[in-house]
């Protein structure tokens, strides 16, 4: 069992930064890909950014150079830094553990609210 807590959103004015966090349980975390979602009033869950165990990182189009995902394996955290944010970028953010290896799983965080000013 994994449990994924976020952090760290909140109202920020356009072109603003904010960072959220993933504090994650169980001793398998550096072996699970992370992923950060997020999904906007009446439109689907999208993915926003990945890191892989092993540390490579890909991002939606919509967010490169913008945003960065990191995490800390030795505090069970991963981080989405988020810089120049739009207003499009309000939605509820939510972090994805997905472990594929034996044995596998998918856990979800409650979601943290992220919303951005014009």
């Known amino acids: 069992q994994v449990q994924l807590v976020e952090s760290g959103g909140g109202l920020v004015q356009a072109g603003g930064s904010l960072r959220l966090s993933c504090a994650a349980s169980?001793?398998?975390?550096?072996?699970?890909?992370m992923n950060w979602y997020r999904q906007a009033p009446g439109k689907q869950r999208e993915l926003v950014a990945s890191?892989?165990?092993?540390?490579?990182?890909n991002y939606a189009d919509s967010v490169k150079g913008r945003f960065t995902i990191s995490r800390d394996n030795a505090k069970n955290t991963v981080f989405l830094q988020m810089n120049s944010l739009k207003p499009e970028g309000t939605a509820v953010y939510y972090c994805?553990?997905?472990?594929?290896?034996?044995?596998?799983?998918?856990?979800w965080g409650q979601g943290t609210q992220v919303t951005v000013s014009s």
């Open positions: 994805n553990a997905r472990k594929t290896s034996f044995p596998g799983y998918t856990y």
């Open positions: 169980g001793s398998t975390f550096s072996r699970a890909d």
């Open positions: 890191i892989t165990s092993d540390g490579y990182t």
